[in-house]
């Protein structure tokens, strides 16, 4: 196995990633690394690293030779883990687009204006507290509202959904921290048979009906149907609710942002939120066929990571990548994937993220952080734990925060 630069780094690049100091801001060591070892092997994960964007992109938009699906490179993939997530072109095909027609079939402008009630709903309830909890009180029960609503299905009871998703991120961990496997495991299987039903008593509307309308037409095999449509609620929930306070924790942590935030166009904002500081921040490949990338040889067989975050502050992308300038376009980050397995709910997402945070920086301009934001100790998945905010306006004499 040829080795990249890495024993020059002090420490281990990765496991550095989740100490307190770096997990708040891990952009300039994201930094170090595309600097002194763009590509380099990690003993632990067992897995080649990528931090730069030209290298990132290359390997997300060829799936020829790097594989979702690990089962091309001799590895079992367990039954109730086959979804549109973990096949390839062509089998790939088939299921994500019964999935694409099914988004587009939707009334999404039906779902966005229930939203915005919501969003007006859950801000007046949270206005006349002296502060609350962004995540917990704000982003969860919004995203998983939404999701839901999307689906066609009532939203779960939080006490119960949030911490079993939050099992199963920290799981897509567990190639760090082996320990965080098998409580994943379980949580999945609580996941799975939550969903189990949904196709055999399927509701008249959203995502999941159309599903069951579709099902056989597709071809698709229901084990594949079901996972995916279960992977649709996880990986909507989780990286649409941790993009709502990652970017709240940027609009209100960086001077003057909130007031951008008003004057920048929407989507273009979102979208630099999302480039800024992405939920998504790690994605892997398996390397199907020698190649060579960054002046190193991928060998077939190898598994190869890719760290998204890093590659979203690449400068040789990116002008002044360390700034959030909400006016950013072109905007070519990696936040939404690139490829065969581009994020199916982006433009979703871009509009939840937008109603939100507009409602924020509109209707509170004096909206502000009372406590530093407190980040969940996960490298995939970045989110907040805690960001603890208030509305209100300032009272004479406080003391002026961003
Ligand atoms: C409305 C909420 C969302 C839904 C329903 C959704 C759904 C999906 C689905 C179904 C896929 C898999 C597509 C495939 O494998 O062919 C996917 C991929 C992806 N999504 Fe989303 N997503 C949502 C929000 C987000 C957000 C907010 C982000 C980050 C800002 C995000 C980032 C990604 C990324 C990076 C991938 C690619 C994964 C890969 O390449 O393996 N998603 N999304």
């Known amino acids: 196995m ?11 690049p990765l496991l550095d990633l989740a100490r307190p100091e770096v997990l708040r801001d891990p952009y300039p060591a994201y930094a170090r690394l595309r600097e002194t070892a763009p590509v380099f092997w990690h003993e632990l994960l067992g897995s080649w690293v990528l931090t730069r964007h030209a290298d990132c992109l290359a390997v997300l938009t060829d799936s020829a030779r790097f594989a979702s699906d690990w089962r091309r490179a001799g590895e079992d993939i367990p039954a109730p883990l ?16 019964l999935l694409l027609d099914g988004f587009r079939a939707q009334d999404r402008q039906a779902l966005h204006e229930r939203l915005e009630s919501e969003v007006r709903t859950l801000f007046a309830g949270l206005e006349t507290r002296p502060s609350f909890d962004f995540v917990g009180d704000l982003a969860e029960p919004l995203a998983l509202r939404f999701i839901t609503a999307f ?6 009871d939080l006490d119960w959904f949030v911490p079993m998703s939050r099992t199963v991120v920290d799981g897509m961990d567990a190639g760090l ?15 799975a048979a939550y969903a189990g039903g949904w196709l055999a008593d399927p509701p008249k509307e959203g995502l999941i009906a159309y599903v069951a309308e579709h099902a056989e037409s597709s071809g698709v095999e ?8 279960r992977a649709v609620l996880h990986a909507g929930y989780e990286s649409a609710s941790r993009l709502l306070g990652n970017a709240a924790a940027a609009l209100l942590t960086t001077p003057g942002a909130l007031d951008a935030f008003r004057t920048a166009p929407l989507a273009t904002a979102v979208d630099e939120l999302v480039r800024y500081d992405a939920p998504v921040q790690a994605d892997a490949r398996v ?4 190649t060579d990338l960054g002046g190193v040889t991928i060998r077939a067989g190898d598994p190869v990571t890719l760290l998204l975050g890093a590659a979203n502050h690449d400068p040789l992308r990116f002008a002044r990548p360390t700034e959030l300038r909400l006016d950013r376009a072109p905007n070519p980050h990696l936040g939404f994937g690139r490829g065969a397995h581009a994020c199916l709910g982006a433009s ?30 996960n490298l995939t998945l970045r989110g907040l734990d805690r960001f603890e905010v208030t509305l209100r306006p300032r009272e004479a004499g406080e003391e002026v925060r961003t």
């Not at 040829?2 to 420490?11: K, L, M, N, R, S």
């Not at 390397?287 to 020698?290: I, T």
């Open 2 to 12: 040829e080795q990249g630069a890495v024993q020059a780094i002090a420490g281990d």
């Open 82 to 97: 086959l979804s549109v997530q973990t096949l390839d072109p062509p089998e790939h095909t088939a299921i994500r687009h």
């Open 151 to 156: 689906l066609g299905v009532p939203a779960p």
């Open 177 to 191: 921290w082996p320990e965080k496997n098998e409580p994943a495991v379980t949580a999945r299987a609580e996941l």
């Open 222 to 229: 229901e084990t594949i149907l079901r996972n995916s449509l």
């Open 287 to 290: 390397c199907v066929e020698d």
């Open 348 to 377: 979703m997402a871009i509009r939840l993220a937008g109603s939100v945070l507009a409602t924020l920086a509109g209707r509170y301009p004096e909206a502000r952080a009372v406590a530093e934001p407190c980040h969940r100790r």
